[in-house]
């Protein structure tokens, strides 16, 4: 019943897709913090080297791949592409629903779609170390199994709450060599001034970014790796929809709605943005961003400058913002729980290229579990807000009576989030409500930029 669409390992992308080119309108500058002024090449190398800073400012639609990191990708590229015949059956839907899955790489996530070109361009560059933050450390497994390929060693922040709820996934950054230090932590000025005003801070992606950014800043050996929201780390990602493209032309199909989950931006753009260059084309295709109703960025924030961490050292960029010292409820997609998101999503949101579905928890769980009992995979909880939206198309499509096409990213497995599920099978998982009065107090501290 299932079908498995595969491709040669020859057919893995040798370019990644740059989607600036395709933007409706010039993406806004990105601010450095300290002149709000705009980011010079200079200004970002201390914590990066200038391969990356090259990638993040590029204007050129195709970007080569290097070798090295084609070579690395082989051991899980091309992801395979899934029809979910057994879904489609139990929702008893005209609609036909893919699924491109991420989980079968080393470090069970898409995030090593980035880490791996990362840590090779650091080690290009004679670095020794890197430092990064992790929400439910996906990023931060990925980063210390491409630090433990490169020879590099690797300083992971990973959010304080999320530590506590998934241990195995620090574990696992341990058994590839990272050193994981729960944040807020006492080992960085940014971290000892959250403790000081919170001592119980259960930590988030804006306080995590902070210490990481500021170790690599203090170490001259050091440099910073970001699991999403840059432009650098969208790009890497697009092997996903270039590879899922090739795949459903295979099947003789094409996506009426592209799905993808979206925390800071680099699934959703992985699986999203080589579809968008085919709308930029002038094709017909909807693109859908799903993330939590408590940490509801594109569908509650606003589009305006901001920065990208709490203590203020990340550059300012225009994005969708739900204010930077904002501090999200303890939800278990702590992949998620980041309070800004992309520029380049949030351009394209903003003159409406793309839509936005936020859901609780529980209705995401919900989609999941009914996955997982016709599908076999147990999805993350990241991606079960991909789940949620499928699973709604396709019984929008059934109520319609029309056939749809959808293709979502399941962008990984959640054998390491099993506590999450075993709150939601025995009743116990929380939906936080929207925390609107404090979003508010922390939109009203948004940088002055002209």
């Given at each position: 019943?299932?079908?498995?669409?595969?491709?040669e390992?020859?057919q893995?992308?040798?370019?990644?897709?740059?989607v600036?080119?395709?933007?409706?309108?010039p993406?806004?500058p990105?601010?450095?913090?300290?002149?709000?002024?705009?980011?010079?090449p200079?200004?970002?190398?201390?914590?990066?080297?200038?391969?990356?800073?090259?990638?993040?400012v590029?204007?050129q639609?195709?970007?080569?791949?290097?070798?090295p990191?084609?070579?690395?990708?082989?051991?899980?590229?091309?992801?395979?592409?899934?029809?979910?015949r057994r879904?489609?059956?139990a929702l008893?839907?005209?609609?036909?629903i893919?699924?491109?899955y991420?989980?079968?790489?080393?470090?069970?996530?898409?995030?090593p779609?980035?880490a791996?070109?990362?840590a090779y361009?650091?080690?290009?560059?004679g670095?020794?170390?890197?430092?990064?933050?992790?929400?439910?450390?996906?990023w931060?497994s990925?980063l210390a199994?491409?630090?433990?390929?490169?020879?590099?060693?690797?300083?992971?922040?990973?959010v304080?709450?999320?530590c506590?709820?998934k241990?195995?996934?620090?574990s696992?950054?341990?058994l590839?060599?990272?050193?994981?230090?729960?944040?807020?932590?006492?080992?960085?000025?940014?971290?000892?001034s959250i403790?000081?005003?919170?001592?119980s801070?259960?930590?988030?992606?804006?306080?995590?970014?902070s210490?990481?950014v500021?170790?690599?800043?203090?170490?001259?050996?050091?440099?910073?790796a970001?699991g999403?929201?840059?432009n650098?780390?969208?790009l890497?990602?697009?092997?996903?929809?270039?590879?899922?493209?090739?795949?459903?032309?295979?099947a003789?199909?094409?996506?009426d709605?592209?799905i993808?989950?979206?925390?800071?931006?680099?699934?959703?753009?992985?699986?999203?943005?080589?579809?968008?260059?085919?709308?930029?084309?002038?094709?017909?295709?909807r693109?859908?961003?799903v993330e939590?109703?408590?940490?509801?960025?594109l569908?509650?924030g606003?589009?305006?400058f901001?920065?990208?961490?709490?203590?203020?050292?990340a550059?300012?960029?225009k994005?969708y913002t739900?204010g930077h010292?904002?501090?999200?409820?303890g939800?278990?997609?702590g992949?998620?729980?980041?309070?800004?998101?992309?520029?380049?999503?949030?351009?394209?949101?903003?003159?409406?290229?793309?839509?936005?579905?936020?859901?609780?928890?529980?209705?995401?769980f919900e989609g999941?579990?009914l996955?997982?009992?016709?599908e076999?995979?147990?999805?993350?909880?990241e991606s079960?807000?991909?789940?949620r939206a499928?699973?709604?198309?396709?019984v929008l499509?059934?109520?319609?009576?029309?056939?749809?096409?959808?293709?979502?990213?399941l962008?990984?497995h959640?054998?390491?989030?099993?506590?999450?599920?075993?709150s939601?099978?025995?009743?116990?998982?929380?939906?936080?409500?929207?925390?609107?009065?404090?979003i508010r107090?922390?939109?009203?501290?948004?940088?002055?930029?002209?």
């Open positions: 019943m299932q079908t498995k669409i595969l491709l390992e020859s893995i992308p040798k370019q990644w897709y740059n600036i080119p395709d933007l409706p309108g993406l806004a990105v601010i450095n913090p300290r002149t709000l002024k705009p980011v010079t200079d200004d970002l190398t201390p914590i990066f080297p200038m391969a990356i800073i090259e990638q993040e590029s204007t639609r195709w970007i080569d791949i290097p070798e990191v084609r070579e690395i990708y082989r051991l899980w590229r091309p992801s395979p592409l899934f029809r979910a879904l489609e059956q008893g839907t005209p609609a036909k893919y699924y491109k991420e989980g079968v790489s080393p470090a069970g996530s898409h995030k779609n980035s791996i070109p990362q361009y650091n080690k290009q560059a670095i020794r170390r890197l430092a990064t933050e992790t929400g439910a450390g996906q931060g990925s199994l491409a630090c433990s390929m490169f020879g590099l060693e690797c300083t992971i922040y990973m304080k709450v999320s506590t709820q241990p195995y996934r620090k696992l950054m341990e590839w060599g990272g050193k994981v230090i729960p944040s807020p932590s006492e080992f960085t000025n940014a971290g000892r403790l000081a005003q919170d001592p801070s259960p930590g988030s992606l804006g306080i995590a970014i210490e990481a500021e170790d690599a800043a203090s170490h001259a050996d050091t440099n910073y970001l999403s929201v840059l650098h780390v969208c890497h990602q697009t092997v996903i929809g270039l590879e899922a493209k090739e795949q459903l032309k295979i003789g199909d094409y996506p709605v592209v993808g989950c979206c925390g800071g931006g680099s699934n959703f753009g992985g699986v999203a943005f080589p579809f968008l260059a085919d709308r930029a084309a002038g094709r017909q295709v693109c859908l961003a939590p109703a408590s940490c509801p960025t569908t509650k606003v589009y305006a901001d920065y990208g961490d709490t203590a203020k050292m550059p300012i960029a994005m739900l010292d904002f501090m999200p409820p939800i278990h997609a992949g998620l729980r980041y309070h800004g998101d992309s520029p380049l999503v949030s351009q394209l949101y903003h003159f409406g290229q793309i839509e936005a579905r936020a859901y609780r928890q529980n209705a995401c999941a579990v996955f997982a009992r016709h076999g995979i147990v999805p993350a909880p079960s807000h991909a789940v499928a699973i709604d198309e396709a499509a059934k109520e319609e009576g029309k056939e749809r096409t959808i293709l979502f990213c962008s990984g959640g054998q390491l989030d099993m506590a999450a599920y075993d939601f099978l025995s009743g116990n998982l929380e939906d936080y409500e929207y925390p609107e009065e404090s107090k922390s939109l009203a501290n948004l940088p002055e930029v002209e």
